[in-house]
């Protein structure tokens, strides 16, 4: 009888077992955890207030690593040097890449740089694309068309793991794609008013697909990732002036401090905004208010 109670007991806690799951970016917390439910755990790496560029694991966040069972990767920079390390830590662990379908797009970056333009010229060459980063913006949360995309992915991989859950899943998966197509509608509504390649200037370019999908067009600050020198300051704010621009989008993820004097130089105001909100519909809703005003 022992036995018996044991063996089922065993049974029960196997089946109600939930699937230990590591995202990279908080957004992705909001997508697995819509779709999972309480089948599922959730642990964040990039806690926030970090950068997902430059970001290293505390020690036990290595420990949640050797407990998890799938790691939704997205694409971030830091997952390069630390996917490879992860697997080593944990064999057992799926690696599923989440991004997985979706187009990325160059990172936009200013490359107004005068005197560069003019000593390439001179020494031959007819353009500084050789200094131009062609990086991929990983940002692609930033638009509803590719998160339905990254809520499919999430959906399989759930249920390949754990089919017996499937019906729930795929519940809770209808309804999440039902939450985006109203998020989505809600920002068209927002910017119905707003002209076609209207520009929005952003110290970080990490709303280029959120720009993409309602035909906007991001102005960064920042000159192939780095804080620009006053000379190039200049130039960004006589562009401010010509583009009418009335706002700055700062991520409190980085310094403010260019994003300031301009702002104080033109009279405009800094809004604080972070690609890694955790309430991700409310965050891009809230972006496009303030693009439309």
């Known amino acids: 009888m022992k036995n018996i109670l044991l063996t089922l007991l065993l049974l029960s806690s196997f089946s109600y077992a939930k699937i230990n799951t590591m995202v990279s970016v908080m957004p992705q917390k909001f997508f697995v955890e819509s779709i999972g439910g309480d089948k599922i755990n959730v ?79 001179a020494h031959g060459h007819d353009d500084h694309a050789d200094n131009q980063h062609e990086s991929k913006d990983p940002h692609i949360w930033t638009s509803p068309d590719n998160v339905k995309v990254i809520a499919k992915n999430i959906y399989t991989a759930l249920v390949k793991v754990d089919y017996q859950n499937k019906i729930y899943y795929k519940k809770n998966f209808d309804k999440f794609i039902n939450h985006i197509n109203q998020t989505d509608k809600k920002i068209k509504d927002i910017l119905s008013n707003t002209k076609p390649n209207s520009k929005f200037m952003v110290f970080h370019p990490a709303w280029g697909y959120f720009a993409k999908q309602y035909n906007l067009e991001q102005f960064p600050i920042e000159i192939e990732g780095k804080t620009p020198k006053p000379k190039e300051l200049a130039f960004v704010m006589e562009e401010a002036r ?25 009279n405009i105001k800094v809004i604080k905004t972070s690609p890694l909100n955790y309430k991700w519909s409310q965050n891009l809703i809230n972006l496009a208010q303030a693009i439309a005003n």
């Open 242 to 266: 010509e583009e009418n621009i009335k706002a700055i989008f700062t991520q409190p993820e980085f310094s403010a401090k260019s994003a300031n004097q301009i702002a104080k130089e033109l």
């Open 43 to 121: 642990s964040l790496m990039v806690k926030p207030g970090n950068s997902p560029h430059s970001y290293t694991p505390k020690p036990s966040q290595m420990k949640d690593i050797a407990k998890a069972d799938i790691y939704f990767s997205i694409g971030v920079e830091f997952e390069n040097a630390w996917l490879p390390r992860f697997k080593s830590q944990n064999k057992e662990m799926k690696i599923i890449d989440i991004s997985h379908g979706i187009t990325k797009i160059v990172m936009k970056q200013h490359s107004h740089h005068e005197e560069e333009h003019e000593e390439h010229e």
